[in-house]
């Protein structure tokens, strides 16, 4: 076996990039909780890694036709046959596997609670085939990384840990009604739901509004609750700059041309609040 070769076909389906766009959630719950040793920190990173890696495989896995069919996705590695769609179930598979095994050495609730982790890591792509609620299904499945942090410390649900994933919920929430608009007209001749297809552009952008300004106030909520200070404030200041500027520019005239921007923007937001709320623990 090529190494190197599967190496490149595993990264061309599942981007790791993001994964590493999605590790401070993880980390953001860890903080939060009071942070931990060496261990929980290892694996709740393998843990989020895993999931990450499973939701992006049975993702491609799954729109593997729609993705073909889709001007804008046919260049991705299966429906250009670079990855077959059981290579991609089989890698989700296989990380599903380490997801579990990862929560089961964390504690009792988190390894119960993996299993719902699977169930919609699996089912999240197959609510735009029906609801236009799939972008809230996906930022629920994404809020699933800051609690997952927060119980790998604490081994129980409280109520910042449910804050935290409802800012993380609805800001991936309005994030992916932008990146939904992008595909408005292929949505509606497929037979797809989403709310930029099923409501128009204008309703559109306002909803993703919405989730990001309820998002911030959730951020603010998790800062009040637990007493941050000047670096966790700053932090959501920087966030908060972020944030508008990506909803300027899914209101500019080519959504396309701006997609490139808007996601490179989005990277630094969840280091950002790593990085505030990290400083903001280290000074206490």
């Known amino acids: 076996m090529d190494f190197s070769r599967t190496i490149k076909k595993a990264s061309a389906l599942i981007m790791p990039e993001q994964t590493l766009f999605a590790l401070p959630f993880a980390w953001l719950g860890l903080l939060f909780a009071g942070g931990h040793g060496f261990k929980t920190w290892l694996l709740v990173t393998i843990a989020l890694a895993a999931a990450r890696t499973a939701g992006m495989a049975f993702n491609r896995a799954i729109d593997a036709k729609i993705d073909a069919a889709n001007p804008r996705t046919k260049d991705r590695a299966i429906p250009k046959g670079e990855v077959k769609r059981i ?129 911030l106030c959730a951020l603010v909520s998790a800062g009040l609750l637990t007493g941050m200070k000047v670096p966790y404030w700053t932090a959501l200041l920087c966030v908060a700059g972020l944030f508008i500027y990506q909803q300027k520019a899914a209101r500019g005239a080519d959504i396309l041309a701006a997609m490139p921007g808007i996601f490179k923007v989005n990277m630094y937001v969840s280091p950002a609040l790593f990085a505030g709320t990290l400083v903001d623990r280290l000074i206490r």
């Not at 799939?134 to 129980?156: K, M, N, Q």
């Not at 994030?175 to 099923?198: E, M």
């Open 87 to 215: 290579e991609a179930v089989a890698l989700a598979l296989i990380s599903c596997l380490v997801l579990i095994a990862a929560s089961f050495m964390l504690n009792r609730l988190c390894f119960y609670l993996s299993f719902v982790a699977v169930a919609l890591l699996a089912g999240y792509s197959y609510f735009k085939r029906f609801s236009a609620s799939s972008h809230f299904c996906l930022g629920f499945t994404e809020a699933a990384a800051p609690i997952g942090g927060y119980l790998a410390v604490t081994g129980r649900l409280d109520l910042i840990s449910l804050v935290l994933g409802a800012a993380i919920m609805l800001w991936i929430a309005g994030l992916d009604i932008v990146y939904a608009l992008q595909d408005k007209d292929f949505d509606r001749q497929a037979g797809l739901h989403s709310i930029p297809a099923t409501y128009g552009e204008k309703l559109a952008l306002a909803a993703s509004a919405l989730c990001y300004g309820a998002s």
